[in-house]
C-alpha cells in the first residue's frame, strides 16, 4: 500500500457492454464517455478511495481487442505503478480472458492488483450487473492481508460471484451473470455479504522484484482446431500457413487425434519444420494426458508438446508472448512446459 491512508485505485477503461448506451435511432449498444459510467454509480463515493481514470479514446468493443490495446493498457500500469495501490481494468467480456492472459505474461513479477472486470448489462440500466461489479472489483483492488500487502497479486477476472486467476479464466455464458470460470483451478475468492479470499490459491512469489514489461507480442501463431472428417488436404494447408510460428492444436477429450498415417506424417513434417505446436484440449474441464491413450501418445512422438490443463487463451497468448522474447524454437517448446505465473497445472 502506498503512505497514504486512502486506497489510491486507476481504473483504466478500454469500452466493453458496462460502459455502453443505447443509441436512440438505431436502438443498438454503443459506448459512451467514462465520466458518465461513475455518474451512474454514485455508490463508489461511498469507498472513500482515491480514484483516477484513463479511457481508452475512443472505447473499444471487445471484439475489436488486439496485442496492441494489451500493449497500451500495459503501458498505463506500468506507467502509473508506483502511483496506485490496484488496477481495475474494465474490458468487454467476448477477449476478456485473451487480455487477463496475455497481460499475465506481459507484467512480469507483478506484486499489486490488476482486476480485470465488465458487464452483461449496460451500466446505465435499471437492472444490471455492472454496478456490482465494478465496486466489487474496485474493493478487491484495495484489499491487504495482515502485513499491509495486496491481497491480491495478479491479473485477475471478477465477474459476479467469483474472483478468478485471469490466465485460468474462460468465458463460459453469453447470458449468465455468471459468464467466467476456471474449470482447472479453484476461484480466487468468493462474493456473497462479504469477499471471501482463498488464500491458499492466491499467486505468491518467493523475493518481490520490480515490475518488469514484455511489450512485444509475435502474433505469428494460430489455432488449429480438429474435427471428425478433417481432410489431408486441409491439415497440410492450415498447417504450412505463411510465417506461422505457433500452432495451438486443439485435440479431442485428453488430447488426442486421429492416428491415420497420414495425419501423424503432416504433424511431424511441421514440428521438424520448426514450428511449434502445443497440444490443448478441446474440452472445458481436465487436460492433455498424452500417454493415457496410444492417439495421444501417437501425437506426442511427433514432437507436439502437451498442455496439460492449459486454456486455449493462456496457450495463444503464452505463445505471443514467449515468441516476442525473441527465443529459439527449442526454448518456446520448454517455457511451455514450464509454469509461468500459475497458468498450468503440471
Request: net charge negative; glycine share 8%.
Amino acid at each position: 500500500m502506498s503512505n497514504q491512508s486512502r486506497p489510491r485505485i486507476l481504473i483504466i477503461y478500454t469500452g466493453g457492454t458496462i460502459g455502453m448506451i443505447e443509441n436512440p435511432v438505431t436502438r443498438s449498444l454503443q459506448p459512451f464517455d467514462f465520466t458518465h459510467l461513475i455518474d451512474n454509480v454514485p455508490k463508489i463515493r461511498k469507498l472513500d478511495y482515491d480514484i483516477e481514470n484513463i479511457q481508452f479514446n475512443p472505447p473499444i468493443d471487445s471484439s475489436d481487442m488486439s496485442p496492441q490495446h494489451w500493449v497500451d493498457i500495459a503501458r498505463h500500469i506500468e506507467a502509473n505503478y508506483d502511483r496506485f495501490d490496484g488496477f481495475v481494468v474494465l474490458h468487454g467480456t467476448d477477449t476478456m480472458a485473451y487480455t487477463a492472459s496475455a497481460l499475465s505474461f506481459m507484467l512480469e513479477n507483478l506484486h499489486k492488483p490488476v482486476i480485470i472486470t465488465g458487464s452483461q448489462l449496460p451500466i446505465g440500466e435499471v437492472r444490471t450487473d455492472g454496478e456490482e461489479n465494478l465496486i466489487t472489483a474496485l474493493q478487491i483492488a484495495a484489499a491487504t492481508d495482515m502485513m499491509g500487502e495486496p491481497m491480491v497479486r495478479e491479473v485477475a477476472i471478477l465477474f459476479e460471484n467469483y474472483l478468478w486467476r485471469g490466465n485460468r479464466s474462460t468465458k463460459m455464458s453469453a447470458d449468465n451473470f455468471n459468464a467466467f470460470k476456471s474449470n482447472n483451478y479453484p476461484s480466487l475468492a468468493k462474493i456473497g455479504l462479504g469477499i471471501h479470499f482463498n488464500e491458499e490459491a492466491l499467486w505468491r512469489v518467493q523475493a518481490k522484484r520490480p515490475l518488469k514489461v514484455q511489450y512485444e507480442l509475435d502474433t505469428a501463431v494460430m489455432f488449429l482446431d480438429l474435427n471428425p472428417g478433417i481432410t489431408e488436404a486441409v491439415l497440410r494447408h492450415q498447417l504450412s500457413t505463411p510465417g506461422i510460428k505457433g500452432i495451438v492444436l486443439k485435440t479431442f477429450g485428453a488430447g488426442n487425434a486421429p492416428t491415420y498415417a497420414w495425419f501423424t506424417e503432416a504433424v511431424k513434417e511441421a514440428v521438424e519444420r520448426d514450428i511449434v505446436i502445443l497440444n490443448v484440449t478441446q474440452c472445458v474441464n481436465g487436460g492433455v494426458h498424452a500417454k493415457m491413450y496410444m492417439s495421444g501418445n501417437q501425437l506426442a512422438s511427433t514432437g507436439v508438446v502437451s498442455g496439460h490443463d492449459i486454456t486455449s487463451e493462456a496457450a495463444i497468448t503464452k505463445m505471443m508472448y514467449l515468441f516476442g522474447l525473441g527465443l529459439s524454437t527449442a526454448e518456446v517448446r520448454r517455457y511451455l512446459e514450464c509454469s509461468l505465473c500459475g497458468e498450468v497445472s503440471l
